[in-house]
């Protein structure tokens, strides 16, 4: 096996887990149609989506204020909605079509064409396999995603956990059948909801894709410095990090768990902690720098563009969450799907919240439905969402 064989394997390893209950709920879901035969069916959820689409529209554009222009939804089964989570990966844009393959064959968990990225590619497979194992890991509690104009919802999960819920909870199933589907009609509320919201913050949009596609192009600088380092370089660093050796005849492999650990996102926030997104500067080890002296540029200017990640995306995904929860609190269908999907209920999830849904709570406190305009025009840094008054007063 080579090097970079062992590699896919390793990555495919790591999303094991996630691997494993896709066809958990492949099988459930088989079954489950087994059982019910025709005698219990759920509409499906274009139909069910459609229905809802000009209702929810029309609520988001109460609330916020903005009229919702977006009408494209999209259905992709689970390989094409792998594939999408690639591209809001913002790659720059001579990796586009690298970051394409790689999740695709991700997805057909196809073990030589990911090597053979690996091996051809190197310096863009540390990169950008990072964010597989984030993004794709995650893909089972994703309903849905905005995506330049056009909202996906995922069909894989959306059409499967109705009849697999109604089936776990057993016989007799027609008495049950009313409140799994209200349920089901609220994770499709919910889900259109937040993406409509999502297509409506355009600016906000764009500023998150430049910034985290200017974190991507720095981070392959990174990965070319560490994959050119001579030997002697590489065994001093990790007596010096006292990182786990891995044996001589693993080059890449060595270079790459160094990469993993120097990565900005990895290292400097273990090392300075998550008010990092708030500095304006960073420091770095001097023995560190004596082996590596381009590192404290990339750091200082990794800084900035991730500050404009973290502001902008903790935004967008609070606003959303802000809106879902005040749009849909009366909504039987929204309980209802708390309760037989979620296993929650209208309580907790109104005190689970984010720093962007506090932050924006506080703002919508003061501005009422002037709250989403001004947060899309004019967004808050990193230090205004912990301090919302000196956003206030900013503004």
Do not use: C
């Not at 844009?93 to 073990?111: C, G, N, P, T």
């Not at 703002?363 to 967004?379: E, H, R």
Request: proline share 4%; hydrophobic share 35%.
């Amino acid at each position: 096996m080579t090097e970079f064989e062992e590699f896919a394997y390793a990555l495919l390893d790591q999303l094991s887990v996630e691997l494993n209950e896709e066809k958990e709920i492949t099988d459930s879901k088989a079954k489950a149609d087994q059982e019910f035969a025709s005698n219990t069916k759920f509409e499906d959820i274009e139909t069910i989506s459609n229905k809802l689409f000009a209702d929810t529209s029309k609520k988001i554009t109460e609330f916020t204020g903005i009229p919702v222009t977006q009408n494209k939804v999209e259905f992709p089964e689970l390989v094409e909605f792998k594939r999408l989570k690639g591209r809001k990966v913002y790659p720059t844009k001579e990796s586009a079509e690298f970051v394409d393959e790689l999740f695709i064959a991700i997805a057909h968990e196809d073990v030589q064409k990911i090597a053979s990225l690996a091996e051809k590619q190197t310096f863009r497979y540390l990169v950008y396999s990072t964010y597989a194992k984030g993004y794709i890991s995650q893909i089972s509690t994703t309903y849905g995603d905005f995506y330049e104009s056009v909202i996906y919802l995922n069909k894989f999960i959306l059409s499967s956990y109705p009849k697999i819920i109604l089936y776990k909870q057993g016989k007799p199933y027609e008495s049950r059948f009313d409140q799994v589907n209200s349920g089901y009609i609220g994770a499709l509320k919910m889900t259109i909801l937040e993406e409509q919201v999502h297509s409506i913050q355009n600016n906000l949009y764009n500023i998150n894709k430049m910034a985290v596609s200017e974190v991507n192009a720095i981070n392959e600088e990174l990965a070319k410095i560490i994959l050119a380092l001579d030997d002697p370089t590489i065994k001093n660093l990790y007596n010096y990090l006292q990182l786990p050796e891995v044996p001589d005849e693993y080059p890449i492999a060595k270079r790459a768990n160094l990469f993993f650990t120097l990565n900005p996102d990895n290292f400097i926030v273990q090392v300075l902690g998550p008010d990092v997104m708030t500095f304006n500067k960073v420091t770095v080890d001097p023995k560190i720098l004596e082996m590596i002296p381009q590192l404290l540029d990339i750091y200082q200017r990794w800084l900035k563009p991730i500050q404009t990640h973290h502001a902008a995306f903790t935004t967008m995904e609070g606003m959303a969450e802000f809106a879902v929860k005040n749009i849909l609190k009366e909504d039987q269908d929204f309980k209802n799907y708390l309760v037989t999907f979620a296993n929650s209920d209208i309580s907790s999830y109104q005190i689970r919240k984010s720093m962007g849904t506090d932050f924006t709570e506080h703002i919508f406190s003061k501005l009422g439905k002037d709250t989403y305009k001004t947060l899309i025009d004019n967004p808050p840094t990193t230090r205004e969402l912990k301090n919302p008054e000196s956003y206030l007063n900013r503004r």
